[in-house]
């Protein structure tokens, strides 16, 4: 081996050594160790009764969430949407918009818009099952009442938003709506 080999190799030993002996003071000198873990929800039912409303008085869809229970190997919401407008609508849940549940670091509202308006809001947990299936067009004064629901587990301690899909207006098919709930369910372990 040449010089320049051991060289490396007996400083490479000194930095791994130093990091250890270093990790292992701050342990013993009472800082806390840092773990982040996820740890997934435990089996729970919430009776939820949130009604939310977009548009005007008299134009309005109305976004409804009965109850949310999560299971061992997954979970399922009980939810509903009311078009109270004069537009018909197209329910185009897919998986760019589809409906489904966020999971959220915190309930704040504010931390909601901000990741909206920065582009970093959490993956939508897509809903697998829609029981009964959507309407394809959610005519005016109609309404779809039913369960979605999705195989896979929940962060425990994270706050649940309700995201309903993709509603294109017949008439003015620029305009898209994915509705966020307002309100948070805070999921325990």
């Known amino acids: 081996m040449s010089r320049t080999t051991v060289l490396v190799l007996v400083a490479l030993g000194a930095a791994i050594a130093g990091f250890a002996f270093s990790s292992n ?14 740890v997934a929800a435990g089996p729970q039912t919430a ?3 949130w009604r939310e409303t977009h548009g005007e008085s008299g134009e309005k869809l ?28 197209e329910i185009a849940s897919t998986l760019a918009q589809p409906f489904g549940l966020m999971v959220f670091a915190s309930a704040d509202y504010d ?13 939508v947990r897509p809903a697998a099952r829609y ?26 301690n994270g706050f649940v938003r309700v995201v309903f899909g993709g509603l294109v207006s017949v008439v003015r098919p620029n305009e898209a709506l994915v509705w966020i709930s307002d309100h948070t369910y805070r999921l325990k372990l």
């Open 62 to 89: 109305v976004f409804s969430v009965e109850k949310l229970e999560v299971m061992k190997a997954g979970w399922r919401a009980e939810v509903s949407v009311k078009n109270g407008t004069t537009t018909s609508y």
């Open 47 to 49: 009776t939820l009764g």
């Open 25 to 38: 003071a701050r342990r013993s000198a009472g800082e806390p160790a840092v773990v982040a873990r996820s």
């Open 111 to 123: 931390v909601l818009d901000e990741q909206s308006d920065a582009g970093t809001l959490p993956p």
């Open 131 to 156: 029981e009964p299936q959507l309407p394809t067009i959610l005519e005016p004064g109609d309404s779809w009442n039913g369960t979605i629901s999705a195989p896979g587990a929940l962060v425990a």
